[in-house]
């Protein structure tokens, strides 16, 4: 997409269209802004005008954007300046790649590395960055009480009875 300083777009392509489920050239003469989910907003709006000003000459973000729909599409952002032949910045190129279906990939992987996969709970892995942050947020002389809870006795569920049926008494307590 082209835009002007203002944020309207002058020019987009078919791919971009494609992307957030617009008609080709329904984009042009909207608000860029328009496309920003509301939690990026703030943090784009000011990153565009940081290029604009000449703080910046380009920037790159990880970002929702919403779609025709409304629904939220993950998108890495490229934004940099044209300028005229006096070197005077004229207008935004916002270059746009769908990475949905790697954000999703990535927020999947991110919860089985951290949840156990038979209960759905958090590993101990998860325990040990949550505790770690706990502690870090905790003010000095702060008291933090850490519980801890065990299963008497699953050792003979399981040996007495097979693994279903401990796996049975696992998902049971988990809920």
């Known amino acids: 997409a082209i835009s002007e300083l203002n944020g ?16 080709p050239g329904e ?10 989910h509301p939690e990026d907003a703030v943090s784009l ?22 779609d025709a729909k ?5 998108a890495s952002l490229a934004v940099s300046l044209l300028r005229d032949a006096d070197g005077t910045s004229t207008h935004h190129v916002t270059m746009v ?7 999703l990939l990535e927020e999947r992987l991110r919860h089985q590395t951290l949840h156990d996969l ?5 590993n101990q892995e998860y325990f040990w960055i949550h505790l ?3 502690l870090e947020r905790a003010r000095p002389g702060e008291t933090v009480i850490l519980c801890k809870i065990d299963l008497d006795g699953f050792a003979v569920i399981n040996d007495g009875h097979g693994h279903e049926a401990g796996n049975l008494v696992l998902r049971s307590v988990a809920t």
């Open 8 to 23: 309207t777009m002058t020019q987009t392509n078919g791919a971009l269209a494609d992307i957030l489920g617009y008609a």
């Open 132 to 134: 770690q942050s706990v």
């Open 118 to 122: 038979l209960t759905g709970l958090p």
């Open 27 to 36: 984009l042009v003469g909207r608000d860029v802004r328009e496309l920003f």
């Open 97 to 103: 790649e769908d990475v949905t279906d790697v954000h």
């Open 45 to 66: 709006a000011a990153a565009y005008r940081n290029l604009a000003d000449g703080r910046r000459s380009r920037f790159r973000a990880r970002v929702k954007l919403l």
């Open 70 to 74: 409304g629904d939220i599409t993950w």
